[in-house]
């Protein structure tokens, strides 16, 4: 059975992976501006993969009857200094939502919520992927190359 506790963080990390889908929506449109269009595709496709999350959460807690509400989630901007602060900014916001699903697994081992944590373990793996992605995309960008050359190698990070 999915403890109180844990339906209100899972809850709460549905606006956590929505507040990301729609962030990585204003990171690609920054690229979009700078016409770095290979770029603006990655971060699209990041924001479709935070909305699964979210839909995969809504998923479990509706197939586990559990009643609530979806989270509000605020705006996201699409202003950034250079390619280097947005892919900075994605990686912070991968490791955010990393620690809130390390907390949201803590949590359900003390309320003996199993599982909820067997269902956290995917997206514990997961979030290892993304913010190796995106340490990579900064190491990319870090390695003085052109973005617009950088495109072509882009695919590997699909």
Do not use: C
């Not at 603006?40 to 009857?65: G, P, S, T």
């Not at 900014?89 to 955010?96: C, Q």
Request: net charge negative; aromatic share 10%; proline share 1%.
């Amino acid at each position: 059975m999915i403890t109180e506790k844990s339906a209100e963080l899972l809850t709460e990390q549905i606006g956590s992976e929505l507040a990301a889908s729609h962030n990585y929506r204003g990171i690609a449109l920054y690229f979009a501006r700078q016409s770095l269009m290979g770029w603006a595709k990655l971060f699209m496709d990041q924001a479709a993969e935070e909305r699964e999350h979210a839909e995969k959460i809504l998923a479990f807690l509706v197939d586990n009857e559990v009643p609530f509400d979806l989270p509000a989630i605020g705006a996201a901007t699409t202003r950034f200094s250079s390619a280097l602060e947005a892919t900075q900014a994605a990686l912070d916001s991968e490791r955010k939502v990393s620690g809130q699903f390390r907390t949201l697994s803590s949590v359900s081992l003390e309320e003996d919520d199993y599982t909820t944590f067997q269902f956290l373990q995917w997206f514990i793996e997961e979030q290892v992927e993304e913010e190796a992605k995106m340490q990579a995309l900064i190491d990319l960008i870090n390695s003085g190359i052109n973005l617009f050359q950088a495109e072509s190698l882009l695919e590997k990070f699909a």
